[in-house]
Nanobody
């Protein structure tokens, strides 16, 4: 079992930056690949970024590539998402997720492969 708690969301203006954090507790974090998903208002939850268990590999959604950076600190049991050049379209509830299934990173873009989820943190970007 692992428990996840996101923080760092808020109201920002277009063009601003924001850093989300996800604190994990429970099992050793290095056993888990971790990801960020987001759910815009009125839409389905969508993949944002994923990082492998030891942090050596990452994958991003096309809409955030070159603007967002996912990182992790296994010793501190933390996951991060640095978001730059935010736009109105980035407005969403952001969730961190974890999985210990051992799936290759190319398969870790689907919600159903993640077993543990945080409660979400709201990011609102004003245009």
């Amino acid at each position: 079992q692992v428990q996840l708690v996101e923080s760092g969301g808020g109201l920002v203006q277009a063009g601003d930056s924001l850093r989300l954090s996800c604190a994990a507790s429970g099992r050793t974090l290095s056993n888990f690949a971790m990801a960020w998903f987001r759910q815009p208002p009125g839409k389905e939850r969508e993949f944002v970024a994923v990082i492998s268990a030891m942090g050596g590999s990452t994958t991003y959604a096309g809409s955030v590539k070159d603007r967002f950076t996912i990182s992790r600190d296994n010793a501190k049991k933390m996951l991060y998402l640095q978001m730059n050049s935010l736009s109105f379209e980035d407005t969403a509830v952001y969730y961190c997720a974890a999985t210990a299934r051992g799936i290759a990173i190319t398969g870790l873009t689907k919600r159903n492969v993640f077993d543990y989820w945080g409660q979400g943190t709201q990011v609102t970007v004003s245009s």
